[in-house]
C-alpha cells in the first residue's frame, strides 16, 4: 500500500498563490506518474496537473501559465505551485500517483476568495 499525504491548501486572495506537497510513503518502489486533480463542489473530480518519473508534464488548459507541477523522485513528493490564483480555482485538491495502481490523497481544501 501507499499512502499520499497533502499539505499547503488554505484560504487566499484572488492573485494569491499556494504551494501544494504531496509526500508517498509505504511500498514505494517507483512512482511512475503522479498528480494532482481537484474536486468542486457540485462538479466531477478534474485533472489539473500530471508529471512523469522522467518530468513530462500536462496541464489542463484552465491552470497553464499560471500553475506549475514539479517533483523530487528522492523524497517522492509531488507539488503544485498555483500562481494568479482565481475564485473558479476553489475546489478540493487530491493528489494522484500509480504505483502499479490508483493511489489518492486525503484531499486538502484550497479556497480563493474574489
Known amino acids: 500500500q501507499v499512502q499520499l499525504v497533502e499539505s499547503g491548501g488554505g484560504l487566499v486572495q484572488a492573485g494569491g498563490s499556494l504551494r501544494l506537497s504531496c509526500a508517498a510513503s509505504g511500498s514505494v518502489f517507483y512512482l511512475n506518474t503522479m498528480g494532482w486533480y481537484r474536486q468542486a463542489p457540485g462538479k466531477q473530480r478534474e485533472s489539473v496537473a500530471t508529471?512523469?518519473?522522467?518530468?513530462?508534464?500536462n496541464y489542463a488548459t484552465s491552470v497553464k501559465g499560471r500553475f506549475t507541477i514539479s517533483r523530487d523522485n528522492a523524497k517522492n513528493t509531488v507539488y503544485l505551485q498555483m500562481n494568479s490564483l482565481k475564485p473558479d480555482d476553489t475546489a478540493v485538491y487530491y493528489c494522484?500517483?500509480?504505483?502499479?495502481?490508483?493511489?489518492w490523497g486525503q484531499g486538502t481544501q484550497v479556497t480563493v476568495s474574489s
Open positions: 508529471i512523469t518519473r522522467s518530468g513530462t508534464t
Open positions: 494522484n500517483a500509480w504505483e502499479g495502481k490508483n493511489y
